[in-house]
């Protein structure tokens, strides 16, 4: 059975994709407006909305002669709930920092005061 997140995170795993797939979250472009904002030929950078559209992350809609790409947010939610999974080891460690912050400065109000008392 084919893993449904492979083609989202092989598009993702180039930072050109990724370089596109923010320039399309702001605005759809064609391949002729993609292809100005690098530099390489606009073969090159169908290859790379070919991957993308692949992968389900954007969507390309005939415009006349051209095609026109945007960004489909709702692809990368299945990636985003798999990546979220690892959150609960972050969750750990940011706790565990918040606790010994907050006791490193407990320790220095009670050396603090300690120190005006004496």
Excluded: C, Y
Excluded at 20 to 28: A, Q
Excluded at 40 to 47: D, G, I, P, Q, S
Excluded at 57 to 86: C, H, M, Q, S, Y
Aim: glycine share 6%; charged share 25%.
């Amino acid at each position: 059975m084919p893993d449904p997140l492979q083609p989202v995170f092989r598009a993702l795993g180039d930072p050109t994709r990724r370089d596109i797939l923010r320039m399309l979250g702001d605005t759809p472009m064609t391949i002729a407006e993609v292809s100005d904002h690098f530099d390489m030929t606009r073969a090159a950078v169908k290859k790379h909305l070919v991957v993308l559209s692949d992968g389900g992350l954007i969507t390309v809609t005939p415009r006349g002669r051209e095609k026109v790409n945007a960004l489909n947010p709702l692809a990368l939610k299945p990636a985003l709930d798999w990546l979220g999974w690892f959150d609960q080891f972050w969750d750990a460690r940011l706790t565990a920092l918040k606790t010994a912050i907050e006791t490193d400065i407990q320790k220095e109000t009670d050396n603090d005061a300690g120190q005006h008392n004496g």
